[in-house]
């Protein structure tokens, strides 16, 4: 019986995978759009939750992923609060155009056991703004590179301050989102 001979990099190799949907949405206008918004907000007590999606390549497919990070700039803050910006991988698909705090999810803001897993892949500190944060998500990377289904990421902020963060969406040009993967 033959067998297959896999290439294994002696190098990390490193991709920038971009983001090829992003939204945020909100608890307080449940039916509002907010997929063409120029910047993604998170708000502590998850009022508003951000969604990302990015699409892997080809190259990282069935690889051996060494680590990922979601990255993102963060535009602005609402004050000085500090807290924990966690991402947690989603069950369920989404589209950019039609997401609201209602729509597609069976628990209002993406908060049932069947939109979103319990446990969050990765988190970062929240506590400034004008720089960029990178957030762990190597657990979730690995399991789309071995055949999970890819619905994307929702990034919610706990804090005891009420503070909102915005995020540049991947309309800003330089500013962009994207998951840096590095792989074997």
Same mark, same amino acid.
Request: aromatic letters at 8%.
């Given at each position: 019986?033959?067998?297959?001979?896999?290439?294994?990099?002696?190098? !990390?190799?490193?991709?920038?995978?971009?983001?090829?949907?992003?939204?945020?949405?909100?608890?307080?206008? $449940?039916? $509002? =759009?907010?997929?063409?918004?120029?910047?993604?907000?998170?708000?502590?007590?998850? #009022?508003?939750?951000?969604? *990302? =999606?990015?699409?892997?390549? !080809?190259? #990282?497919?069935?690889?051996?992923?060494?680590?990922?990070?979601?990255?993102?700039?963060?535009?602005?803050?609402?004050?000085?609060?500090?807290? +924990?910006?966690?991402?947690?991988?989603?069950?369920?698909?989404?589209?950019?155009?039609?997401?609201?705090?209602?729509?597609?999810?069976?628990?209002?803001?993406?908060?049932?056991?069947?939109? *979103?897993?319990? +446990?969050?892949?990765?988190? #970062? &500190?929240?506590?400034? &703004?004008?720089?960029?944060?990178?957030?762990?998500?190597?657990?979730? #990377?690995?399991?789309? &590179?071995?055949? $999970?289904?890819?619905?994307?990421?929702?990034?919610?902020?706990?804090?005891?301050?009420?503070?909102?963060?915005?995020?540049?969406?991947?309309?800003?040009?330089? =500013?962009?989102?994207?998951?840096?993967?590095?792989?074997?």
């Amino acid at each position: 019986m033959a067998h297959k001979e896999f290439y294994i990099p002696s190098e !990390p190799q490193i991709v920038a995978a971009p983001i090829t949907a992003d939204a945020w949405i909100d608890e307080w206008n $449940a039916d $509002a =759009k907010h997929g063409a918004d120029a910047t993604l907000k998170a708000r502590s007590g998850g #009022v508003y939750k951000t969604l *990302v =999606k990015a699409e892997l390549p !080809p190259q #990282v497919i069935g690889r051996l992923i060494t680590s990922a990070s979601l990255k993102m700039y963060v535009e602005a803050r609402s004050n000085t609060g500090s807290g +924990t910006l966690s991402a947690y991988r989603l069950k369920r698909a989404w589209n950019e155009e039609t997401v609201t705090w209602n729509v597609p999810w069976l628990g209002g803001g993406a908060s049932d056991p069947s939109d *979103v897993e319990a +446990t969050a892949d990765g988190s #970062v &500190a929240l506590n400034a &703004a004008g720089v960029w944060l990178s957030a762990d998500v190597s657990a979730t #990377v690995r399991a789309w &590179a071995n055949g $999970a289904v890819n619905h994307g990421l929702i990034l919610i902020y706990a804090s005891s301050a009420s503070t909102v963060y915005e995020f540049s969406s991947r309309s800003q040009a330089g =500013k962009e989102p994207s998951l840096e993967i590095t792989y074997r």
